[in-house]
């Protein structure tokens, strides 16, 4: 059944090889013209893709980002390919993307329809489920016990629609308060200011571990919804997205993502030796086994 | 790879549902205009005082003065407006309780009111000082020859005359202020960038969102700017002020 896609895949590269330089399109055309492929990282996702103490990103995702461009090297036959290394925000990755100034981003973007409109999508490489941490004074053991609390999540996030329509369809009222980032609504937490903080609980465990009172607090074995994490590249652009869901699908069927998973969520990572402790999921599993780009 | 624009993404139903993203900027031009304006009555009144009290001849007042616009004018306003926000409370435990019990909006309104006016009022300050200082001398030594006690001085003679002197550089405070207001997204009010920015990330219309936002700035700041010029016509003194406000 999957083998066919995949037999595809492969024919269409080694076509692709052969073929030479003219009949390239899309970002491998860019690539080959420009001698460079373009890399757009976050600054602070941890473990996905973050800047160590040295400046220099690193992470989860860019290890399979540089996967893509081992098989871009291959495929152009340009082992001398220059890397450019471009940070990006949530706000500004998809005009980038559009306008060219990155080929394929690196973090911790969320698959969703709404933004295949925008964007195309390699394999989900991380499934997040989107929970609340709580202090563990609080009481506070299910996602319903937070009726008449004050929640903080973080501005421009998936997290505060869901939040809204998890209040209208179980009639739990709660308020809102807002972070613009992640450190500042842990913060809002820590200091009592809010009761809870809904996020990814990937992001909440980092938040958690990276805190000078881990102990305090521990995330609600619920989810609000399951987002894939995927990495992007541009829409309509056939023959990259090939070559980037065969070089992260082989990564998957050869089980060196066991490794890859370990190293940034079972150990201890730069720049502060932080373990996230944070073991693979069965939804992740599943991501794994059958490698797919479906959003939500 | 050219942006293509989407006007319609206003008329757009937010995630939220019932609210439109149309909706959503007008809020934030509310929770804009509200910091600024309230802020702004703050920073005239106390910026007038303190600006004042710097041109007396009360060592004791001239110090306090000095004091309270080196230490508004000399932190960044980012790092001010956390100061209110999150430390404050932190230090003052009655404050701690009360905004924990509070709704959360009202909490960072009045740390952005506080801060954006305490912030504007070193720099008024600076400028009424100016202002009085730049009044030849001899018209405090009139006003002390007709028999004015030294608040009389200040009340009939010299802040008439300063106030109207610096209405061009006032202008621009208020201009500043509504710009400023925007730092206040760092604490979560929901204003006018704020918006632009959760439309851009729900909708992944940046351009469009932040393109609304600025001509409202824009506006608003005009506006302002109309507004204190109509104010510097109409209480100009014929003969005295030579080329002001047209």
């Known amino acids: 059944m999957k083998l066919l896609p995949l037999l595809a895949a492969v024919a269409f590269g080694v076509t692709a090889a052969t073929a030479g330089g003219e009949e390239l399109t899309g970002t491998l055309k860019k690539i080959k013209e420009t001698g460079t492929i373009s890399i757009g990282h976050r600054e602070a996702s941890i473990p996905f893709s973050y800047l160590d103490d040295k400046q220099q990103p690193l992470g989860y995702a860019m290890d399979l980002c540089m996967k893509v461009v081992e098989a871009v090297k291959a495929e152009l036959r340009m082992p001398d390919l220059k890397v450019n290394l471009q940070p990006v925000t949530s706000a500004n990755r998809i005009p980038l993307m559009q306008n060219g100034t990155i080929d394929l981003e690196c973090g911790s973007t969320t698959n969703s329809i709404k933004r295949q409109e925008q964007v195309a999508f390699g394999p989900t490489y991380f499934v997040v489920n989107i929970t609340a941490a709580v202090k563990k004074t609080s009481g506070i053991k299910t996602l319903a016990d937070l009726n008449g609390r004050t929640i903080a999540t973080t501005s421009g996030t998936t997290s505060v629609p869901l939040l809204k329509q998890y209040e209208k369809t179980t009639a739990i009222d709660v308020k809102e308060i807002y972070g613009k980032d992640h450190a500042e609504s842990f913060l809002l937490l820590a200091t009592d200011r809010a009761e809870a903080f809904v996020m990814d609980d990937i992001l909440l465990a980092g938040q958690i571990a990276s805190s000078r009172s881990s102990d305090e607090f521990v995330i609600i074995p619920e989810s609000l919804r399951q987002e894939p994490y995927s990495m992007m590249l541009r829409k309509e652009d056939a023959p990259f997205k090939a070559l980037v869901d065969r070089s992260i699908g082989e990564v998957m069927k050869s089980g060196e993502i066991e490794r890859i998973y370990a190293r940034w969520f079972t150990t201890p990572i730069p720049p502060r030796g932080v373990n996230l402790n944070f073991p693979m999921t069965p939804a992740i599993r599943e991501a794994f086994t059958s490698p797919n780009d479906k959003g939500v | ?246």
């Open chain 2, 1 to 246: 790879m050219s942006y293509s624009w989407n006007w319609g993404v206003f008329l757009e139903e937010t995630p939220e549902g019932g609210v439109y993203y149309w909706e959503l900027i007008v809020s934030g031009l509310g929770w804009t205009l509200a910091v600024s304006v309230l802020a702004w009555l703050i920073a005239l009144s106390l910026g007038t005082v303190v600006g004042t009290v710097r041109t007396t001849r009360s060592r004791g007042l001239v110090l306090l003065g000095d004091a309270w616009v080196e230490l508004f004018r000399n932190i960044p306003l980012l790092v001010q407006m956390f100061l209110w926000y999150f430390v404050m409370p932190e230090l003052i435990p009655p404050l701690k309780r009360w905004i924990v019990r509070v709704d959360p909006t009202y909490a960072q309104f009045i740390a952005a009111v506080l801060c954006l006016g305490l912030f504007t009022s070193a720099r008024i300050a600076e400028q009424v000082r100016a202002g009085i200082q730049s009044l030849p001398r001899g018209q405090r030594d009139a006003a002390a020859a007709l028999g004015l006690t030294t608040l009389q001085a200040y009340r009939h003679v010299l802040l008439p005359m300063a106030l109207r002197i610096v209405i061009p550089p006032l202008t621009s405070e208020a201009m500043n202020l509504i710009k400023n207001s925007s730092i206040a997204l760092t604490i979560g009010l929901a204003e006018l960038t704020f918006r632009a920015r959760e439309m851009g990330e729900y909708t992944f219309s940046f351009f469009e969102a932040f393109s609304a936002a600025t001509i409202i700035y824009v506006a608003i700041a005009m506006t302002a700017n109309r507004a204190m010029a109509w104010v510097e016509r109409r209480v100009a003194v014929p003969g005295f002020m030579g080329r002001g406000g047209r």
